[in-house]
């Protein structure tokens, strides 16, 4: 799922992606380390994968709230995290 959240326009400054990967790794509410930010040409695109649409939300909210005049664009997937319903069998 794509998610495109136009804020503001003009180019992002520079430290933002170091940012965005220190405020998404070193908040204990959020802790992900998995997330990728990569600049394009009209804004950032955060990649990754996490556990529910819940968290991926919470992590764009986040980084809406602490860079509220940067374009960002979520390429964030969410992975299964339930336990297999069946028994795996190895011949």
């Not at 992002?12 to 992606?17: F, L």
């Not at 998404?24 to 998995?34: H, S």
């Not at 695109?45 to 940067?70: C, K, N």
């Amino acid at each position: 799922m794509t998610e495109h959240r136009d804020i503001a326009t003009g180019p992002p400054d520079e430290y933002v992606e170091a940012e965005i990967h220190r405020l998404l790794a070193e908040d204990p509410d959020v802790a992900e380390q998995g997330i990728t930010v990569v600049r394009r040409e009209r804004g950032l695109v955060l990649y990754g994968e996490v556990e529910s649409p819940h968290r991926r939300e919470e992590i764009l909210r986040r980084v809406a709230e602490r860079f509220p005049d940067v374009p960002i664009t979520s390429d964030i997937g969410v992975i299964r995290t339930q336990a297999p319903t069946e028994i795996e069998q190895l011949p």
